[in-house]
């Protein structure tokens, strides 16, 4: 052990210099080509597959690993692209188990589906390092369409106007483009730069300028939009926090900060040796957000990492694979504990006040008995949430934007997509799917003017 | 437990599994081995006539396919016969078979279309104690080229002479050796027959091309850019060696004829199979030389408790048992009727039988049920087929159910008859040997 573990409260370099980077390495190791012959000679090629129907964006995954058998990768991989063209990332970031991998016939067979991800990673990494185009863009239109937020459901939708021959401009209110993937996800999950790699192969198809550093209710407005462009896409993601409603949240204790912050903040370290953690940490969620944060505050050197959810472990939306995964780093889940206090001393979080809850009558009520956990950091992870103004003026549903099937917003010329609509489950492959699909409205939108 | 001692035309061996003329007994190190891993008997690779041997190429002398997981489905060779000097050959071939008498070794033969040539290699193999020759009518590739092997198979006239001569010149059983590279493979076996052989062995292998290089547009395996057929062999050419076999087995010319049976032998289902078909034993090259010789293990272990399972306590219990059921097509029971039934809870619904039948047969399996994916034959379209058999992934899911008697069939809206009916005596035939009844 490091003797840097031990460093009371929060600090930076709690492991020797060479463990950061094995522990944020990645997470699955790709496929060699031997291995992916292995894993692809176990696909049946169903008919009307129902690993194909799981997937939000319909990826032909019976054709692509049949590509990849006959040693054709680059086929593999414009099958999967022209379904989905962020599928590189969706290859390393999607929760596979819940999704294609459940449907795989082999788990009905023998309980271990075709590892379908790994494989559509073998073929996009291939396609992406040699940057093999599959796409061309359709002569000119002369339309113009905003794109706003460079995350995963912009990203696909500008690359699909894009191929319809439209100009797009990409917004971004941050310093990079890729939204989520680039400050969302665990670091172990996309190593290598691979989010910027990515925004780099999307928008080689030409057409496609980003503007960063331009928040809509900023720099932005959507009236502005409206004027400058002929059609507006909305990808802006979830913004705010959720409040944890505890005592003391609000005191300004040193320790005390969003999930959504810390995964950031590591993602763009370029040491991770100075990036400080605390010995004892606490997060709150039961989602892939408070995962991520309790995993990465185990790798970084913390000694006791513990996930508090006020329900059980059935309500968790961190899956299944997720909860192993933590668990096998050593961070510790309890459940049915919702924050009642924040405890702090001179200004430092010392720990948490928790209260156990209880279904009663299918609502979630606290029991009264309290526990303290000690925590010099609480990270908290209990879902984000729109910010106002980057909806203004758009109807909502449930404090989302309200889209119909296509992506049409209540604003006519504005489609919306991605975490910021209501319609979803907030995973980057139905991010993907619904800003292609809102661009194909959009399409069939300027055609029809 | 079951006894599989083997005699094969006087030749006793412990068990039936015999080890083909081929590069695993090209020598004595690699024959005692074999022995102690506990095969039954060899036969020795090819000798050819006194002289400088033969030359193998130096580049690759071997091709193959692959199924999935890249499990080797067909091999091929141009491999000559043995490169080795006779006399070195003939004094491991004694050494051997003094150090395991119990064991049956043959001694493969290939010499020029000459009677002296044919005479004195005899001589000097008798010497060795052998238990009897094999002749290789069958090497496909290079020696063929030089008249012997295949090139002698395919001309029964030299079958007969050659075995004639054998015969005459030595005390040893003779095993007459076949290649598959003939149209009708009974011809050779009732030349050998004539001639005098005391058993035939089959199949040698086939002409073949495994393969072609699409970078330097070569067929494989490649030699300097060019390539050659070789002999296929391996689990793939298995249903061909099975058909000949039963072809001579229930040939009348030939019948009661000893064969050792050749073609693909991996498990011991493949051995039964090939016995229950008129084969005495069986020969095995490739299984061994893809998985070394602890196979024969496996063989008679399966063999053995196959037989325990099924009260055959002796190889002749079962050896020509299917023989008698090989028939013409036009033989077949026109009124046996056969439906599939796919087992809901085996069903791991792929689909693949939907499609199948969908795309390229008789579109009788459903792809739903009350809007969910489900598979389900259409009685009143299955033609009994067997094709969903063959391409579900799951072993016994999908099976074919026959009718009984007196059921209706509702494909042909026909009460299934009792009595067996083919198609020498169908209405439809004009060529029929007496009218049915109308219907």
């Keep these: 052990m490091s003797g840097g573990m031990l460093k009371q409260g929060i600090a930076s370099g709690r492991l020797e210099p060479g463990q950061y980077a094995r522990n944020f390495s990645d997470l699955h190791p790709a496929l060699d080509r031997h291995e992916a012959f292995v894993e692809a000679d176990r696909c049946y090629f169903c008919f009307d597959a129902p690993c194909m129907n799981a997937c939000p ?120 483009a890729g939204g989520l993937n680039e400050y969302g996800i665990a670091s172990y999950k996309t190593p290598d730069g691979f989010a910027q790699a990515e925004v780099d192969y999307v928008t080689s198809i030409g057409g496609i300028e980003i503007e960063l550093g331009q928040a809509l209710g900023r720099e932005l407005s959507l009236d502005g939009l409206l004027e400058r462009h002929d059609a507006v896409f909305l990808g802006v993601g979830l913004g705010g926090v959720n409040a944890l409603r505890a005592e003391g949240e609000t005191d300004g204790s040193h320790g005390l900060a969003d999930a959504v912050d810390f995964i950031a903040e590591l993602r763009q370290s370029d040491d991770l040796s100075k990036l400080p953690i605390g010995r004892r940490v606490v997060v709150i969620g039961g989602g892939m957000t408070a995962i991520d944060a309790a995993v990465q505050s185990k790798l970084l050197g913390a000694e006791e990492v513990t996930i508090c959810y006020r329900r059980g472990q059935e309500h968790m939306n961190a899956s299944s694979f997720e909860q192993d995964l933590a668990a096998s780093k050593g961070v510790t889940i309890r459940h049915w504990l919702q924050p009642k206090r924040v405890l702090s001393e001179n200004g430092k979080v010392t720990g948490i006040e928790l209260e156990y809850t209880e279904l009663k009558d299918g609502r979630l009520s606290g029991m009264g008995h309290t526990l303290t956990l000690p925590a010099d950091q609480v990270f908290k992870a209990i879902g984000q949430t729109l910010e106002d103004e980057t909806a203004a003026g758009l109807a909502l549903t449930a404090g989302r934007i309200e889209t119909d099937a296509e992506g049409r917003t209540s604003r006519p010329g504005v489609w919306a997509g991605g975490d910021c609509v209501a319609a979803g489950d907030d995973l980057t492959v139905t991010a993907v799917a619904q800003g292609r699909d809102a661009a194909e409205s959009i399409n069939r939108y300027l055609a029809g003017n | 437990m079951a006894d599989i001692r083997n005699n094969f035309v006087g030749i006793r061996s412990p068990n039936p599994f015999w080890l083909a003329s081929a590069p695993p007994t090209d020598k004595a190190y690699n024959v005692e081995r074999a022995f102690k891993a506990g095969w039954g008997g060899v036969v020795w690779k090819t000798l050819g006539e006194e002289g400088p041997p033969v030359v193998n190429v130096n580049g690759p002398r071997y091709g193959a396919i692959w199924g999935a997981d890249r499990r080797l489905l067909g091999f091929n060779n141009i491999e000559l016969i043995t490169d080795r000097d006779l006399q070195k050959n003939l004094q491991e071939i004694k050494q051997v078979k003094k150090n395991w008498p119990d064991r049956a070794v043959v001694v493969s033969l290939m010499v ?16 060795t104690e052998a238990d009897g020759v094999e002749l290789n009518f069958g090497c496909p590739h290079g020696m063929s080229e030089r008249g012997m092997g295949a090139a002698v198979g395919q001309v029964p006239e030299y079958i007969e002479m050659i075995v004639r001569w054998c015969k005459a010149h030595t005390r040893m059983p003779v095993i007459t050796k076949l290649t598959p590279n003939v149209t009708d493979v009974r011809r050779p076996a009732r030349a050998a027959k004539s001639g005098g052989t005391d058993a035939v062995s089959l199949i040698n292998t086939i002409n073949s091309i495994t393969g072609v290089d699409l970078d330097n547009f070569a067929p494989m395996p490649t030699i300097d850019g060019k390539g050659t057929h070789g002999g296929y062999c391996g689990p793939a050419a298995k249903p061909i060696a099975l058909h000949m076999v039963a072809d001579i087995a229930r040939d009348p010319e030939t019948y009661g004829l000893p064969i050792s049976g050749i073609g693909g032998v991996t498990t011991w289902r ?36 196959w037989m325990d399972e099924k009260g055959h306590a002796t190889l002749e219990d079962f050896t020509g048992r299917a023989t008698r059921n090989v028939t013409d097509w036009q033989f077949l029971n026109l009124n046996y009727i056969t439906k599939a039934h796919i087992d809901q809870d085996k069903c791991i619904s792929c689909g693949r039988c939907h ?24 009685d009143d379209e299955c033609v009994g087929c067997n094709l969903c058999v063959n391409v579900c992934p799951v072993e016994d899911c999908i099976t074919m159910i026959q009718l009984e008697p007196g059921m209706l069939d509702e494909r042909t809206k026909k009460v299934v008859e009792p009595t067996y009916a083919n198609w020498t005596t169908h209405p439809n035939n004009p060529m029929r040997k007496s009218v049915e009844p109308a219907e």
């Design chain 1, 57 to 176: 964006t319909e990826i032909d995954i019976p054709m692509f690993i049949r590509e990849i058998s006959t040693d054709n990768p680059l086929g593999a991989a414009e099958t999967i692209f022209e379904q989905n063209i962020l599928g590189g990332m969706c290859a390393r970031v999607c929760p596979t188990e819940q999704l294609c991998e459940d449907a795989c016939v082999r788990m009905e067979a023998e309980g271990k589906p075709v590892k379908i991800g790994q494989l559509q990673r073998y073929a996009t990494d291939i396609a992406m390092e040699e940057n093999a185009q599959f796409f061309t863009r359709a002569p000119a239109t002369g339309k113009t369409i905003a794109v706003v937020g460079a995350g995963p459901s912009g990203l696909a939708a500008a690359h699909r106007l894009a191929v319809h021959g439209h100009d797009v401009v990409v917004y971004d209110a941050r310093p990079k």
């Design chain 2, 112 to 127: 020029p279309l000459a009677e002296e040539s044919w005479k004195s290699i005899l001589a000097v193999v008798e010497e």
């Design chain 2, 270 to 305: 493949d051995a039964a199979e090939f016995m229950a078909l008129g084969a005495g034993n069986v020969q095995v090259c490739t299984a061994a030389m893809v998985y070394g010789f602890k196979i024969v293990e496996e063989m008679i272990s399966g063999l053995q408790n």
């Design chain 2, 355 to 378: 499609i199948a039948c969908e795309d390229t047969s008789h579109q009788a399996i459903t792809k739903e049920k009350d809007g969910k994916r489900h598979f389900e034959v259409m």
